[in-house]
């Protein structure tokens, strides 16, 4: 089936530091959602993006619309090891029947 | 916790059997959205609700059905299955029927493991 391109495709990273993923795709969205996914469990919702340029954060997390509307980015700050799991970008498309497309995922592993 | 729930938590069953996984969406939703994660893959939707009536279709085998109930609750049903449908089905929900503003939920997963 259709996924989105997501980068990267894993990552390990030290304790107290940031992260960066990204998803692209070639088609127009009109809403972005980020989930983070724990082993065994279902995909929990992070952030929700619905215009353009939009930039949002929760917590230590922020996510941005790409102006383009073809892409998303999610940014971890200071990370810590319960920030370990499995991330999913998911769009939603500008046309038909408006059904989400999620990508490949960014598995995130933290040292401490 | 999010507010779906779905049942069975596992299921191991045999090649060529049949399985039924239940889905409760949140309360006051009115979409449901299935979705099957193969070992380590993305989310492969397969086929969606919307207040009973089939909305949208993915990748959904033939060998799949679903349906949506009176009460909302929704049911997927695998058939004939095959040691390739072994695999972890997720329910979601939203509000609406796919427009602007309509997250998903997920529920916690059926594990399907077929021998």
């Known amino acids: 089936g259709q996924q989105l391109n997501q980068s990267p495709q894993s990552m390990f990273i030290q304790e107290g530091e940031d992260v960066s993923m990204n998803c692209t795709s070639s088609?127009?969205?009109?809403?972005w959602l980020w989930y983070k996914q724990d082993p065994g469990e279902g995909p929990v919702l992070l952030i929700a993006?619905?215009?353009?340029?939009e930039l949002t954060s929760n917590g230590r997390l922020t996510a941005q619309f790409g102006i383009t509307r073809k892409d998303s980015f999610l940014n971890i700050s200071a990370s810590i090891p319960s920030d370990v799991g499995i991330y999913f970008c998911?769009?939603?498309?500008?046309?038909?029947?408006?059904?989400?497309?999620f990508g490949t995922g960014t598995r995130l592993k933290v040292l401490a | 916790d999010s507010g779906v729930t779905q049942t069975p938590k596992h299921l191991i069953t045999a090649t060529g059997q049949r399985v039924t996984l239940r889905c409760s969406p949140r309360?006051?939703?009115?979409?449901v959205y299935w979705y099957q994660q193969s070992l380590d893959q993305g989310l492969q939707f397969l086929i969606q609700?919307?207040?009973?009536?089939?909305?949208a279709k993915g990748n959904i085998l033939e060998r799949f059905s679903a349906q949506q109930f009176p009460d909302l609750h929704s049911e997927l049903n695998l058939s004939s299955l095959e040691l390739g449908d072994s695999a972890l089905y997720f329910c979601?929900?939203?509000?609406?029927?796919?427009?602007?503003?309509?997250?998903?939920?997920f529920g916690p997963g059926t594990r399907l493991t077929v021998l």
């Open positions: 609700y919307y207040n009973g009536e089939e909305r």
């Open positions: 998911a769009g939603q498309n500008a046309s038909g029947t408006y059904k989400y497309i």
């Open positions: 993006l619905y215009k353009a340029g």
């Open positions: 309360s006051g939703d009115l979409s």
């Open positions: 088609s127009i969205f009109n809403t």
């Open positions: 979601a929900s939203s509000v609406g029927q796919g427009m602007s503003y309509n997250e998903q939920f």
